[in-house]
């Protein structure tokens, strides 16, 4: 029996997985604190309350993220692009692009048979296309990021933002606000933007074969679905688990990979 | 070593110091199309400008605006703060649009902070093309830089003297060919870091000490047997404009990678291409300086830069290539687009990454997509062993 362990601390959210022979047995999403290590502290300690075990029970564990290079607990580093593919690989293994948007990051990255990293992009030094975006806008309209996804649905006639820059669009929010322009059709349009954002770095690498999304934004529908019309493709959904942890799925995987011996 | 680090780390260094101290001016330039054995031969110090301790950017982004590459904005920063205060003179060079643009920002600025144009500014143009009219017009701009800088300095600039500071440079030339040499080995001993920051010293050293410091340090270096490649990743790295010694510690700093070649303005580009000591001395210094394609600003130059950079990879046995481009820099920013296509041809792993130049307050974002690359390039030659392991039971 082989425990294993995988941290990734985020920007905005830090995620836990704990995996025994494989599979998965604890898991936790925090939102990120000041410091990385207590975000990464209290990610553990919540995924092995998951878990009902202790941390002595694990045998590896590897640490990603912005704030990996902080974490106390983990016997590596690796970064997040490198266990994102591994974890998309894992949530889905027929998947050969994966689109993972979180915090601060928009990034593609091309995978081989086993989920190692054959080619990547990442967005720029700029928020538009990330996770900060859309909790910047849903600041502004008043409402959680969970519920900005679900107003592309009921939008009758999405407005058009002048700028995919995150001060820009805002300052374009307030004037639709302000103007009476209904919330369904103001939070389309921001949806709308941030997927036109991202399909142009996601057409730069010339994605193949199955697209898998992973990270928070994931979870948005309103973009997933905007994206999928951009991109002209189905974009596959992750059913084994949360495609938010799929960063520390991978970190475990490659922690079980380490235990067993193999090169990671 | 240090000699090099602090003049490489420092925009006033303790040689620019000491020159001056001696009462002899000093002479400002941006591009590396600017031969700077003129000034050798003046007896005038040439120091490349640079961009490195800037703190802020009230002044560069008040005069060229937001939407510009950040070096000349850096180095205009540093002017209007008074950090080139020690400059005789500046050279201003069309090495690219944001480039010749530092000439009319700067002069602009000038009319706001009084004194921070150098008393002799001088324009020197430089064509886009090497072909004939091409070298004639720069034939006839390298002359009317040497008679400028004679009435202004009052100073006499013989074909003799030009023809001995060629001399000179040329001993500094072969010098960072050895370095080259040494760094292409199987166990390279010496980091990018320290040969870069010997390479960034010489473009603004006086020519005579650095060529000394230079052989001396070469010769130690080829004393040394500790290997520092061991189990590393070897890396080239490319693209815009760079001076930053950080930058390369950010990469060597991972552990896991050793910078064995570049491609950049400040880097070594130059090696082996020695300028003709014999003949007219300025058509010996056009030939080398605008004949020598080692720029995207020169036009039709794209395959022999690229076939530069695949014969540069297979010497220094290149695992992967970092292209960086400041934002807004047109002319690598398009070029990197094309060294990534053309080098994924031939199985090269390349990392495009867009950055502001500057004190690295990037550092976080450029350090994850290094270690990724890094893990991209073990992952590929892990693979790579395994089908050649593969291969062999199978036989």
Known sequence: MKIVAGCDVGSLTSKAVIMRDGKIIGASIIRS?????????????????DAGISKDDIGYIIGTGYGRDKIGFVDEVVSEITCHGKGARWLLPSVETVIDIGGQDCKTVKIDADGQV???TANDKCASGTGRFLEVMAKVLGISVDDLGKLSLKAKSPITLASTCTVWAQAD???????????????????????????????????????????????????????????????????????????????????????????? | MNIFYDAATKV???????????????????????????????????????????????????????????????????AGKGKFDFLDGAIITPGCDGMRRLDECWRKAGEDFQGIVP???????????????????????IRLLIKSIEDHFKVNVTDKKLTAAIKEFNKGRRLLKELEDLRSGDDVVVSGTEAFAATVAGTVMPRDEYTAELKKWISSLKKKKKSLSEDKKRLMVVGSVSDEIDLFQLIENTGKAIVVAENLCFGIRYEGNEVKEDGDPVEALAQHYLGSSVCPRMYGKYKERVNTLKERIDYSKVDGVVMQNIRFCDLHGAENALFARDLDKIGIPSLRVEREYGPHIDAGRMKLRINAFLEQISGKQQMKKTAERKAAVSA
């Open chain 2, 12 to 78: 006033q260094s303790q040689s620019i110091i000491d020159w001056k101290a001696a009462g002899k001016p000093v002479v400002g330039y941006t591009c590396s199309y600017t031969p700077a054995e003129i000034f050798y031969a003046a007896d005038i110090l040439p120091v490349r400008l640079r961009g490195i301790e800037t703190e802020g950017m009230e002044v560069g982004d008040t005069y060229f605006g937001p939407f510009i590459c950040s070096f000349p904005k850096c180095i205009l920063q540093l």
């Open chain 1, 33 to 49: 604190k000041p410091r990385p290590k207590d975000s990464a502290d209290a990610a553990l300690e919540s995924a092995l309350k």
């Open chain 1, 118 to 120: 054959v080619k990547f």
């Open chain 1, 173 to 264: 929010v307030i004037k639709y606000i302000n103007s009476g322009v209904s919330i369904e059709d103001i939070g389309a349009g921001i949806n709308t933007a941030m997927a036109a954002r991202v399909a142009i770095l996601v057409n730069s690498l010339k994605p193949k074969g199955d697209i898998l999304m992973t990270g928070g934004v994931a979870k948005n529908v309103g973009v997933v679905s905007t994206l999928e019309k951009l991109l002209g493709v189905k974009i596959k959904k992750a059913r084994k688990a949360d495609p938010q942890i799929a960063g520390a799925i991978g970190a475990a995987l490659l922690s079980l990979e380490k235990v067993n011996g193999k090169k990671s």
């Open chain 2, 119 to 141: 008393g002799y500014f001088y324009y020197f143009d430089v064509p886009h093309k090497a072909e004939n009219h091409g070298m004639a017009w720069y034939i006839d701009e």
